[in-house]
């Protein structure tokens, strides 16, 4: 069966540092692979997707991914935290019946 | 481009009322989706569409819970004889007709539910 694994609830990083969130994966075939980032009130908008090919992909507002078949891990990365990233991130996996990790919710401090 | 809308926004009920929620996906998109997320976890899937014909029902969908798209255009998402446990925000996707494996879902801002 599908599923995914965000390991951190919560992670608190500074402005301007650097951010890796993590995202680990079970699924029996070439898996589908997605980030999303839910902020309050808002609903769930597209960072980035994987579906074949490059495994370093880049999505919106600066982040990447990198897919790991041997470690099946899918981390989102940022090189420098915006305090405007704050919000809640999910990786999710699968095709039509998508499913989602519990979400990591990043803090940023000034 | 309009994104996908959901109303309401937010439901309040009363335990072993019914309620209906509505979505409306993004022009032309062929495929809809309904999710069901709780507090500090992730969207949970329910049921999708292709068009007008309901292809994948979750578990997690029971008897009281019913989901139509008659034209394959807007989809309802029916609860009956609602239960506290059903308090949560029910969110919906559309994707566009599939050219290769798999198309983004493009999600809505949810509907608030809550059961007292």
């Known amino acids: 069966a599908q599923s995914v694994t965000q390991p951190d609830i919560h992670i608190t990083v500074s402005e301007g540092a650097s951010l890796e969130l993590r995202c680990n994966y079970s699924?029996?075939?070439?898996?589908?692979l997605f980030w999303y980032v839910q902020s309050p009130g808002q609903g769930l908008q597209l960072l980035l997707k994987?579906?074949?090919?490059?495994?370093l992909v880049q999505g919106i507002k600066g982040f990447e991914a990198e897919f790991k078949r041997s470690q099946s891990s899918f981390n989102l990365r940022k090189p420098s935290v915006h305090w405007s990233d704050a919000a809640e991130y999910f990786c999710?996996?699968?095709?039509?019946?998508?499913?989602f990790g519990a979400g990591t919710r990043l803090t940023v401090k000034p | 481009d309009t994104g996908v809308s959901q109303n309401p926004r937010h439901k309040i009920t009363k335990r072993g009322q019914n309620v209906t929620f509505r979505c409306d996906p993004i022009?032309?998109?062929?495929?809809l989706y309904w999710y069901r997320q709780t507090l500090g976890q992730g969207p949970e899937f329910l049921t999708y569409f292709q068009n007008e014909a309901q292809l994948e029902k979750s578990r997690l969908l029971s008897d009281r819970f019913s989901a139509e798209r008659p034209k394959g255009s807007f989809s309802t998402l029916e609860i009956q004889r609602t239960e506290q446990g059903d308090s949560a925000m029910y969110l919906c996707?559309?994707?566009?007709?599939?050219?290769?494996?798999?198309?983004?879902?493009?999600f809505g801002p949810g509907t608030r539910l809550l059961v007292l």
């Open positions: 999710a996996v699968g095709n039509n019946d998508m499913r």
């Open positions: 996707a559309s994707s566009p007709p599939v050219r290769g494996k798999q198309e983004t879902q493009y």
């Open positions: 022009s032309e998109h062929n495929r």
């Open positions: 994987y579906f074949s090919g490059d495994t």
């Open positions: 699924y029996g075939a070439t898996p589908y």
